[in-house]
């Protein structure tokens, strides 16, 4: 079993910056996908960031590229997303996924197996 416990979520303002963290226990892999994906009120859950450690692919969402940045402490196992630039449009419940063992990273949540239970990030106009 995996588990994955997020952090580091709350209220920001217009343009703040923020950093999740996802801390994973268990049978964990560097060779698994890690990603993060959101989902806000009343919408479907959508891939944020994601990346296959072991060969250095990362994929961003279009609507985040240039602000936010995926990175993973493979030596303790926390994935990270720092959050710059913020906008009200990403207000949503953040959660961290860890794929499917032998498949490469993907914005489907097909592709991932472990989920946490979600960190809240506001971002106040």
């Known amino acids: 079993q995996v588990q994955l416990v997020e952090s580091g979520g709350g209220l920001v303002q217009t343009g703040d910056s923020l950093r999740l963290s996802c801390a994973a226990s268990g049978r964990t892999s560097s060779s698994r996908s890690m990603g993060w994906f959101r989902q806000a009120p009343g919408k479907e859950r959508e891939f944020v960031a994601g990346?296959?450690?072991?060969?250095?692919?990362?994929l961003y969402a279009d609507f985040v590229k240039g602000r936010f940045t995926i990175s993973r402490d493979n030596a303790n196992n926390i994935l990270y997303l720092q959050m710059n630039s913020m906008e009200p449009e990403d207000t949503a419940v953040y959660y961290c996924?860890?794929?499917?063992?032998?498949?490469?990273?993907?914005?489907?949540?097909?592709?991932?197996?472990?989920w946490g239970q979600g960190t809240q990030v506001t971002v106040s106009s």
């Open positions: 990346g296959n450690w072991d060969g250095g692919r990362v």
């Open positions: 996924a860890i794929g499917v063992l032998g498949l490469q990273v993907g914005p489907t949540r097909d592709r991932y197996r472990y």
